[in-house]
């Protein structure tokens, strides 16, 4: 009996990309911010004044005061809202075709976005009246710039979204993407 490869279900990844960014920023403006107070004390022979007041209220402060609880429960906000974005599925980058009659249901059929506009670019650099195309992917909308030379742009604008739609209508696509061209 012959073994036929089927590929593994399409597993959706937490987007990490927010909570690393802000945590990059963070230790980025600190690395510049320790950067500078070395610099000034090797300079200087003492941190800076700004960094020395921050220094002598921190071990004046008490833990108990409106400053310290104002600052902690900032930080408790920002701790959550990054937990709550490092376990939020990220968005698929690609669009769901619909599966071949046979095919099993529990199976998920992606086509990359990349792939998707590179064939429609494709497709349009060789359309009449084209120059140049140029073909993004936002959501559920289909986003073309058209850069073409043609006397009269509105009926070429209508007769490529008519037909772009067509051609993506007959992917098979579960949802068909809005399409929304833009001559230059």
Same mark, same amino acid.
Request: with cysteine.
């Given at each position: 009996?012959s073994?036929?490869?089927?590929? #593994?279900?399409?597993?959706r990844? #937490?987007?990490?990309?927010?909570?690393? &960014?802000?945590? *990059?920023v963070?230790?980025?403006?600190?690395?510049?911010?320790?950067?500078i %107070?070395a610099i000034h004390?090797l =300079?200087h022979? %003492?941190? $800076? =004044?700004?960094?020395a007041? %921050?220094r *002598?209220?921190?071990t &004046?402060?008490?833990?108990?005061?409106?400053?310290a609880?104002?600052? %902690?429960?900032v930080v *408790?906000v920002i701790?959550?809202l990054?937990?709550?974005?490092a376990?939020k599925?990220?968005?698929t980058?690609?669009v769901?075709?619909?599966?071949a009659e046979?095919a099993?249901?529990d199976?998920?059929?992606v086509?990359?976005?990349?792939?998707?506009?590179g064939?429609?670019? +494709?497709?349009?650099?060789?359309?009449?009246? /084209?120059?140049?195309?140029?073909? +993004?992917?936002?959501g559920?909308t289909l986003?073309?710039? /058209?850069? &073409?030379?043609?006397?009269?742009?509105?009926?070429?604008?209508e007769?490529? &979204?008519t037909?772009? *739609?067509?051609?993506?209508d007959?992917?098979g696509?579960e949802?068909? $993407?809005?399409?929304?061209? +833009?001559?230059?």
């Open positions: 009996m073994h036929r490869y089927m590929s #593994p279900p399409l597993v990844r #937490p987007s990490r990309t927010i909570p690393v &960014t802000i945590l *990059g963070l230790l980025v403006a600190g690395g510049v911010v320790a950067i %107070a004390r =300079q022979g %003492a941190l $800076p =004044q700004w960094l007041w %921050a *002598g209220y921190l &004046t402060g008490s833990w108990l005061s409106d400053i609880l104002t600052i %902690a429960i *408790g701790a959550l990054l937990v709550m974005c376990f599925p990220g968005r980058s690609g769901f075709l619909k599966p046979g099993p249901d199976r998920e059929i086509m990359d976005n990349s792939d998707l506009t064939w429609l670019s +494709r497709w349009l650099d060789d359309e009449d009246g /084209v120059s140049s195309s140029s073909v +993004r992917r936002r559920n986003k073309i710039e /058209v850069k &073409t030379d043609v006397n009269d742009p509105e009926v070429l604008r007769q490529l &979204t037909r772009i *739609g067509d051609r993506v007959s992917l696509l949802h068909s $993407p809005n399409v929304k061209v +833009r001559l230059r």
